[in-house]
């Protein structure tokens, strides 16, 4: 059973980032976008999300409980350590999520609206950058549970410049995710080529954040190059990224916009199976050495059994359900 | 601020906030769907129109609801670290269990919400049941591991260490019940009189009065059956509290000394530091019988529990009169309401009955709330309890008190805006639903 929690959070932390992260992206997208477009990128955008937000959301909600039910010294030590970039990134949430549907359902169309809007793009930016930054902060060694002043522990865990840049590739990325799938919402022929210009724009940006990640990670002596290249799967990861990036452009050009989608998704799984693999089982890696393995930490058994099985008979429920809505909502009205 | 009490009154803060939330997210779509259900079956475009006006209003509180919980699922490990190490794989259960329904109705509520014409009539209605099927089960469910810190259950505790641990058997622990049935009533008690109240107002107000009258009907029926149900439910609550927590038994009648028989106080002003209670009007043997089915039973007071494991006795103690005080008060809202109906009188004849349904907008949630502060109050100093104390939970982390008030900040501003966009809703009905369109 540990296996399918294991399994399920994984799961959950990918599908959180990859439908979580395009919808953060729509945001950012929107942030980078010249006003005279933006009510035409919002309607398109409305349309894409509208239906699906509240279930993309959930991913991150599954990956918690799981964490806190099964792997409680892992949940407990982010939440002490990580206490401020969890606390910005929930705030984030908190915004962008209103913010989002008070726009669309004020019954009135006037000014708020621009308040909506700003508040919708910013949070959106500062969300994925955060989910960024504590993403990065589990791996940069960073976090010191023997600190004593306030500063080590619970500030520079998280604020250092593997951290950050790990942050910064974070929102290439989301906008990258976000402007492939809107290009596959949209029938016009301007519309189409303004968001492949988005992707492009995203994708430079993806490539010098992650240069940049690279260059960070040198200099706070983290491994990277070490678990990326130096182990099979990651530098496979890394190479059929590359590869699909590749074929990715040949098919834009070629104008093929479904199959793009699961190309991005893809690629943005195999950059993260690449960052992952070397030390999985460890989620959290310490100052003084230690890592937190999931495996150690893994609550008593009669919780994972009931935790599995509650898990494996709530996908039963939910993904045929959740396979239709996407169904339901993708075919586009003639 | 001093940290600890920063943490206490976030959490209370985040608690109370997202209930109001997730209490409408509960229960309106019931009323949608009987509103729905009246749509489909006579064709009326009223019932349409009610059904789409409620559901937008419902899609902002949902979002509301689901930002606000997402907070909390966060927020247990922010503040409370070691009591969620230890308690995380006890009471996980219904929390992954809640998963599912929450998963359920997130997509079920993408279904109803973006489904108009696009699917099949009664699949479309199915789906609206769903959201409020699975919003039902998913209160239960919190409620269940809310109960559990009450009423621990499903491990040993040995020299500190929590062993043999049982997932199923903390989650049906012996409070679940109590508080899962009496919680249910009152969100329907709560949203419906809030609901109800808003649309009384509009009649008073000469408004879309065919709209209103009909909106009126399906709530304030929900919420009078609610509050009917709720004192009854609530004296299963009180036998239960006295059974196994009788220090907030205590705290709630402000009963410092054990009596036999106790009286039930009603009112009264606490005096904490002398340990009396002036002014208040006592009637003999009532609490032995509301504790414990006998008017001669003895119930135990404070004096009967070590000092330092007595909660906050005048919170406990005036949020408990605040709740008993609107229940009663709204059972006879309800009785007056059911008396009219009997009769086949028609309100409009009797703007003061409307006038009482406004009067009541606010009271379901008030009390709702003051119930909450009960049950949590008066279960400190405790978090688990008799096993572990809040204080012993709390995060280590300095400088709560700035989260507290940047949270503040955030939720009131909110309720702001939320207040201010139903206001616009409310206002745009004329102009949205007046004449029957054929389209839409
Ligand atoms: C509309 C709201 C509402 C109304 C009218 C009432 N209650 Fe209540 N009460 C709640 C809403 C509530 C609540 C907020 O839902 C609580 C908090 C925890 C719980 O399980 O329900 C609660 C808790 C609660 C508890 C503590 C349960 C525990 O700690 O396990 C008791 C003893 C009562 N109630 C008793 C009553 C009585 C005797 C009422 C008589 C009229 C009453 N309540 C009306
Ligand atoms: C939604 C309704 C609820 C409200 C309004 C509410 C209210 C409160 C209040 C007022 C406190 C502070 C008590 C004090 O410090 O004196 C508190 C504490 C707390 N509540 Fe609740 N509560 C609710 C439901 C829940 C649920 C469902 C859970 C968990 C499953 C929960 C977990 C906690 C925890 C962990 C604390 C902090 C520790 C403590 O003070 O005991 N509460 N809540
Ligand atoms: C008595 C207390 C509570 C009740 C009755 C309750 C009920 C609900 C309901 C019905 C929803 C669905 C949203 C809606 O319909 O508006 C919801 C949302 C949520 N609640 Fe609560 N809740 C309570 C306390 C808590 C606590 C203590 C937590 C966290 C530990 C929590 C976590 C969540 C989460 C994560 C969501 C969002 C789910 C989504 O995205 O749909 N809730 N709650």
């Known amino acids: 059973m540990e296996y399918v929690v294991i399994t399920f959070l994984c799961l959950g932390i990918l599908l959180y980032f990859l439908l979580g992260g395009a919808d953060f992206g729509a945001g950012i997208i929107e942030l980078f976008t010249s006003a005279k477009n933006r009510s035409k990128t919002r309607k398109t955008m409305y349309q894409a999300i509208g239906p699906v937000w509240e279930a993309n959301h959930m991913w991150l909600i599954i990956a918690i409980v799981i964490l806190f039910v099964g792997f409680p010294r892992i949940y407990t030590t982010m939440s002490v350590y990580l206490h401020i970039p969890l606390l910005i990134m929930l705030i984030g949430i908190i915004a962008r999520g209103t913010a989002f549907v008070f726009r669309h359902y004020d019954a009135v169309k006037d000014d708020m609206q621009w308040l909506y809007n700003r508040i919708f793009r910013y949070s959106s930016f500062v969300t994925a950058l955060f989910l960024g930054i504590i993403a990065g902060s589990l791996i940069s060694g960073h976090i010191d549970t023997q600190a004593n002043d306030f500063l080590s522990a619970y500030v520079w865990g998280w604020l250092n410049w593997f951290s950050v840049a790990v942050g910064f590739f974070t929102v290439s990325l989301c906008g990258f995710l976000a402007a492939i799938y809107l290009i596959g919402e949209t029938n016009e022929e301007h519309d189409k080529r303004r968001f492949i210009k988005k992707a492009e724009f995203m994708n430079i940006a993806a490539v010098v954040f992650g240069a940049m990640v690279f260059i960070a990670a040198q200099r706070d002596k983290i491994p990277l190059i070490d678990w990326v290249f130096k182990n099979t799967i990651g530098l496979s990861a890394i190479i059929l990224a590359t590869l699909s990036l590749v074929l990715l452009w040949y098919l834009l050009i070629k104008g093929k916009t479904k199959i793009l989608r699961v190309l991005a998704g893809f690629q943005v799984t195999m950059i993260l199976l690449a960052i992952s693999y070397a030390h999985f089982p460890n989620f959290i890696r310490l100052k003084n050495g230690n890592t937190i393995s999931l495996f150690e930490t893994v609550g008593p058994e009669k919780t994972i059994y009931s935790l599995g099985l509650a898990l494996l008979l709530g996908s039963v429920l939910i993904l045929p359900f959740l396979g239709y809505l996407f169904y339901k909502f993708q075919k586009k009205e003639e | ?440």
Not at chain 2, 10 to 37: D, E, K, N, R, T
Not at chain 2, 252 to 259: C, F, G, H, R, V
Not at chain 2, 387 to 410: H, N, Q
Request: proline letters at 5%.
């Open chain 2, 1 to 440: 601020m001093d940290d600890f009490i920063a943490a206490r009154s976030q959490m209370a803060l985040s608690l109370g906030f997202h209930i109001i939330f997730s209490c409408i997210g509960m229960v309106m779509p019931f009323f949608m769907a009987v509103s729905h259900y009246k749509w489909l079956k006579t064709n009326d475009e009223v019932y349409k129109n009610l059904t789409k006006a409620w559901s937008k209003g419902v899609a902002i509180f949902f979002a509301t609801g689901a930002v606000s919980g997402t907070m909390l699922s966060f927020e247990l490990g922010l503040l409370w670290p070691k009591f969620m190490e230890h308690a995380g794989p006890i009471f996980g259960m219904p929390f992954s269990l809640e998963g599912t329904a929450f998963f359920i109705e997130a997509i079920a509520l993408g279904f109803f919400l973006y489904g108009w014409n696009k699917l099949n009539k009664w699949f479309h209605w199915f789906t609206g049941m769903v959201v409020g099927v699975s919003g039902l089960a998913s209160g239960i469910l919190v409620v269940a591991a809310n109960a559990w810190m009450n009423s621990p259950a499903g491990f040993d505790f040995v020299n500190g260490k929590y062993l043999n641990i049982d997932p199923i058997q903390a989650m049906f622990n012996k409070a679940w019940f109590s508080q899962a049935l009496h919680m249910c009533l009152a969100a329907f008690t709560a949203t419906g009189f809030a609901v109800a109240g808003v649309h009384a107002l509009m009649i008073l107000r000469n408004q879309n009065k065919e709209f209103h009258l009909k909106a009126f009907k399906i709530a304030a029926i929900f919420a009078c059956i609610g509050a009917l149900l709720q004192p009854l439910s609530g004296d299963i609550s009180a036998k239960d509290v006295a059974k196994r927590q009788p220090a907030k038994l205590a705290a709630m009648e402000a009963l410092y000394k054990t009596e036999k028989p106790a009286p039930l106080l009603i009112g009264g002003i606490v005096n904490e530091k002398n340990k009396t209670v002036k002014g208040a009007i006592k009637i003999p043997g009532a609490l032995s019988f509301l504790a414990h089915g006998d008017f001669n039973a003895e119930v135990k007071g404070l004096d009967q529990i070590p000092e330092n494991e007595h909660p906050p006795v005048a919170i406990t103690h005036y949020a408990f009169q605040i709740m008993v005080g609107i229940g009663t008060l709204l059972l006879l809202i309800s009785l007056i309401y059911f008396f009219n109906l009997i009769k086949k009188k028609s309100l409009l004849e009797k703007p003061w009955l409307l006038k009482l349904f406004v009067f009541a907008i606010p009271l379901g949630y008030v009390a709702l709330e003051a119930g909450w502060v009960v049950t949590e109050v008066g279960r400190q100093p405790w978090i688990i309890y008799g096993i572990m104390r809040t204080k012993d939970a709390v995060t280590p982390m300095p400088g709560i008190a700035y989260s507290f008030y940047i949270f503040s900040a955030i939720y009131v501003s909110l309720s702001i805006v939320v207040t201010f966009l139903l206001y616009r809703q409310i206002k745009m009905v004329p102009v949205l639903y007046s004449k029957p369109k054929s389209n839409s």
